[in-house]
Nanobody
Framework: QVNLVESGGDSVQAGGSLRLSCAASGDTYYKHYWFLAWFRQAPGKEREGVAALYTGDGTTYYADSVKGRFTISRDKAKDTLHLQMDSLKLEDTAMYYC??????????????????WGQGTQVTVSS
């Protein structure tokens, strides 16, 4: 079992910053390397991959829409995944989810690759 718990969502003005966190735990989690990813879903839109990190070697992946503004990182000691979001835009408003997959690679942004999901944390960007 893998448990993922997100936190850090909030309302912020455009241009501002937020840091999301995802605490990972579970017997299965500790036995393997994982693709840990952040997805987001706005009302009426499909869930989209934002960023991912492979715990095996630290490789990171980003959607074009967030490159240069968002940074994914991991605190190994605390088994926590972070998403630092800077220069936030109105279109970043969405529910943000943490997800885990055993393998993904270049398909990291496909939600169907992920077996475990958190409950989500809301990010609202206003003008």
């Amino acid at each position: 079992q893998v448990n993922l718990v997100e936190s850090g969502g909030d309302s912020v003005q455009a241009g501002g910053s937020l840091r999301l966190s995802c605490a990972a735990s579970g017997d299965t989690y500790y036995k393997h390397y994982w693709f840990l990813a952040w997805f987001r879903q706005a009302p009426g839109k499909e869930r989209e991959g934002v960023a991912a990190l492979y715990t095996g070697d630290g490789t990171t992946y980003y959607a074009d829409s967030v490159k240069g503004r968002f940074t994914i990182s991991r605190d190994k000691a605390k088994d926590t995944l972070h998403l630092q979001m800077d220069s936030l835009k109105l279109e970043d408003t969405a529910m943000y989810y943490c997800a885990a997959a055993r393998s993904a690679g270049d398909t990291w942004s496909e939600p169907t690759k992920y077996n475990y999901w958190g409950q989500g944390t809301q990010v609202t960007v206003s003008s």
